[in-house]
């Protein structure tokens, strides 16, 4: 079993900055692609960003420029630092990781428990 603990999230005005961090732990072999989402409630889950093992990025159009996510392999974590935010960018951000707890066997998709991002105009 793989647990996600992200952190970081909280209140910030518009224009401010924020940097989520979402450490992974457990039966681990490798991690392939990590990201993360957010959710509005009574929207769906949207992709913000991911990183794949080598370090290839993707972004929503919606945040690219603002956002920068980041890994270090070696402590099997994730960061996104958030800049300019905007008070459309407020959600719950969840950490995701496909994670291959062992050599050969196939991954699995493991999920944070969500971490609040308020912005205030």
Same mark, same amino acid.
């Given at each position: 079993q793989v647990q996600l603990v992200e952190s970081g999230g909280g209140l910030v005005q518009a224009g401010g900055s924020l940097r989520l961090s979402c450490?992974?732990?457990g039966r681990i072999f490798s991690m392939e692609q990590m990201g993360w989402? %957010?959710?509005? *409630?009574? !929207?769906? %889950?949207? &992709?913000?960003?991911?990183?794949t093992g080598g370090g290839r990025t993707?972004?929503?159009?919606?945040?690219k420029g603002r956002f920068t996510i980041s890994r270090d392999n070696a402590k099997n974590t994730?960061? &996104?630092q958030m800049n300019? &935010? !905007? *008070?459309?960018?407020?959600?719950?951000?969840?950490c995701n990781a496909n994670v291959r707890p062992t050599f050969g066997v %196939?991954?699995?998709?493991?999920?944070?428990q969500g971490t609040q991002v308020t912005v205030s105009s």
């Open positions: 450490a992974a732990s989402f %957010r959710q509005d *409630p009574g !929207k769906q %889950r949207e &992709l913000v960003a991911t990183i993707n972004y929503a159009d919606s945040v994730v960061y &996104l300019s &935010l !905007k *008070p459309e960018d407020t959600a719950v951000y969840y %196939r991954t699995y998709d493991y999920w944070g």
